[in-house]
């Protein structure tokens, strides 16, 4: 089991910025991504930013140039650095952590998911 504490978040107006910050826990062996998702209301839940452990970043096209995402493996954590927030950047962010390991012929994925931090921008 993998447990997830997120940090930062909150109120931040239009051209601000902001950080998140996730730690991971427990069995953090076989980590292999580390990253965000968001959901704002009435949406489904979306990535924003993944980052593997050979530190090939994914962004959204919506963040791209505005997200920074980082990653320490010796310390398992993961942080988003938000910048030129904008309205629809208004959201629920959950840290996410997939880890993987080799179980009989196979590989095997588990998700572990962060309680979620809400991110407000105001106009």
């Known amino acids: 089991q993998v447990q997830l504490v997120e940090s930062g978040g909150g109120l931040v107006q239009a051209g601000g910025s902001l950080r998140l910050s996730c730690a991971a826990s427990?069995?953090?062996?076989?980590?292999?991504?580390m990253g965000w998702y968001r959901q704002a209301p009435g949406k489904e839940r979306e990535l924003v930013a993944s980052m593997s452990t050979a530190r090939v970043k994914t962004y959204s096209d919506s963040v791209k140039g505005r997200f920074t995402i980082s990653r320490d493996n010796a310390r398992s954590t993961v942080s988003l650095q938000m910048s030129s927030l904008n309205p629809e950047d208004t959201a629920v962010y959950y840290c996410?952590?997939?880890?993987?390991?080799?179980?009989?012929?196979?590989?095997?994925?588990?998700?572990?998911w962060g309680q979620g931090t809400q991110v407000t921008v105001s106009s």
């Open positions: 996410h952590v997939r880890r993987s390991y080799v179980e009989g012929t196979g590989i095997r994925n588990e998700d572990y």
């Open positions: 427990g069995t953090t062996s076989g980590i292999a991504r």
